[in-house]
């Protein structure tokens, strides 16, 4: 099922197709791949965005404070700009298909998750629908170190291979617990509960091997004297269940990473 749009843009959306509704068919804007495509200016400062004209819906909205930091605001827009393109490709292709009463949607909202002084963070959640079923899933998590004015990444945090290791296992044995726990809530015999943990067991060590690409959407877990006591892993639709049992988050605390988060990021952590 497609995620809906935030209410603000939906009734906004609604607002312009009825004006639009009222005017000659000559006034509408035309279809066209190029116009998905296209942003403002450069894309800074961060605008929200909201289009549509018969082909498709564009719906972007960001936080006042990402446009204090141009390099997470450029990423942010690197972000949005990527999903736009892809809407563009899939506009382009239903017309040269000649597919008639496609229409196609993009919605992405970008709010402010915490705003400290060790760490401005952000997420992205949404959904681009290019046809199917329901949309692709837009889930990432962005991390901004103001003192250091840089963009946290998964590759640069972990220092060895052995941390991806021991973050590996333990958000394998998690996602099991976490698993287990559902399928008992829900009162399912033991039987098909083994043979859900059995076909789901397969998604859970594919979607969590241990290197960085796998555990890229991370948030800190802040601290009341400003450290950070872990970080909380998230796994968007698809990477370790199926797209009906949705986002998955799991919590890593510090005594699991401390032994192997790079030496310039030490201090960020509680406990070192």
Same mark, same amino acid.
């Not at 605008?47 to 141009?70: C, F, H, M, W």
């Not at 992405?108 to 899933?137: C, I, K, W």
């Not at 009341?224 to 892993?233: H, I, N, P, T």
């Not at 698809?238 to 699991?256: F, K, L, N, S, W």
């Given at each position: ?13 609604? %607002?312009?197709? #009825? ?38 819906? %564009? ?10 930091? /141009? ?9 949005? #700009? ?82 991806? #290791?021991?973050?590996?296992?333990? =958000? ?20 098909? #509960? ?45 990477? %370790? ?8 988050? =799991?919590?890593?605390?510090?005594? =699991?990473?401390?032994?192997? %988060?790079? /030496? ?9």
């Amino acid at each position: 099922m497609r995620r809906a749009l935030p209410l603000t843009l939906l009734c906004l959306a609604l %607002v312009a197709c #009825q004006d639009k509704s009222t005017q000659p068919q000559a006034d509408a804007q035309p279809a066209t791949a190029t116009a998905a495509a296209q942003p403002q200016a450069d894309g800074l400062p961060l605008k929200d965005v909201l289009e549509r004209n018969p082909r498709y819906l %564009v719906g972007i909205t960001y936080p006042a404070s990402a446009n204090q930091y /141009p390099k997470l605001a450029a990423t942010l827009h690197a972000y949005s #700009q990527s999903a736009r393109d892809d809407l563009a490709e899939a506009v382009k292709q239903a017309e040269e298909d000649q597919l008639e009463g496609a229409f196609y949607d993009l919605s992405l909202n970008f709010s402010e998750l915490q705003n400290r002084a060790d760490a401005l963070v952000v997420a992205a959640n949404g959904t681009l629908y290019t046809g199917g079923a329901h949309g692709m899933p837009l889930e990432a998590r962005f991390v901004y170190l103001p003192k250091q004015d840089t963009l946290l990444e998964a590759d640069k945090l972990i220092a060895d291979q052995a941390g991806w #290791q021991a973050i590996s296992s333990h =958000v394998r044995a998690a996602l099991r617990q976490q698993l287990t726990e559902r399928l008992q809530a829900e009162g399912l015999p033991e039987e098909e #509960q083994r043979e859900i943990i059995k076909s789901t067991s397969g998604m859970i060590n594919e979607g969590t091997e241990p290197e960085p690409d796998n555990f890229a959407q991370f948030e800190p877990i802040p601290a009341a004297d400003g450290k950070w006591l872990g970080l909380k892993f998230v796994f968007p639709p698809y990477q %370790v269940a199926p797209y009906a049992d949705g986002t998955h988050i =799991v919590e890593v605390p510090a005594r =699991v990473l401390r032994a192997h %988060v790079a /030496p310039d990021y030490q201090a960020l952590f509680s406990g070192g």
